[in-house]
């Protein structure tokens, strides 16, 4: 079983930067591929980037890539979602979560596919 817990969240201007860091807990990290997901009010959980194992390959959900970037540090056993130049539409509940991957490059971007999941940490960005 592994624990996630995300840090890093908080209120920020449009156009900021935030890093969010999520440490695993209890499971060999180098195994797992990572994910981040967000919330927004009254939204469903949405798809904003995963990492695979062996950080060779990052996928990013619509409207993120070019500004935020995820990678890891497995030494750490940690994972960092690093966000630039914020919207409003960015704000929401950030969530990491993580999935053992049999493949050293996966990615994915289903929620259904991961087994674990932190707490959430909140991202509000002010226009």
């Known amino acids: 079983q592994v624990e996630l817990v995300e840090s890093g969240g908080g209120l920020v201007q449009a156009g900021g930067s935030l890093r969010l860091s999520c440490t695993a807990f209890?499971?060999?990290?180098?195994?797992?591929?990572m994910g981040w997901f967000r919330q927004g009010p009254g939204k469903e959980r949405d798809f904003v980037a995963s990492?695979?194992?062996?950080?060779?390959?990052?996928e990013f959900g619509d409207g993120v890539e070019g500004r935020f970037t995820i990678f890891r540090d497995n030494a750490q056993n940690t994972v960092y979602l690093h966000m630039n130049d914020l919207k409003p539409e960015d704000t929401g509940v950030y969530y990491c979560?993580?999935?053992?991957?049999?493949w050293g490059s996966g990615t994915y971007w289903r929620a259904d596919e991961y087994d674990a999941w932190g707490q959430g940490t909140q991202v509000t960005v002010s226009s």
């Open positions: 990492i695979s194992r062996n950080a060779a390959s990052t």
């Open positions: 979560a993580a999935r053992r991957s049999p």
């Open positions: 209890g499971r060999t990290f180098g195994s797992d591929a």
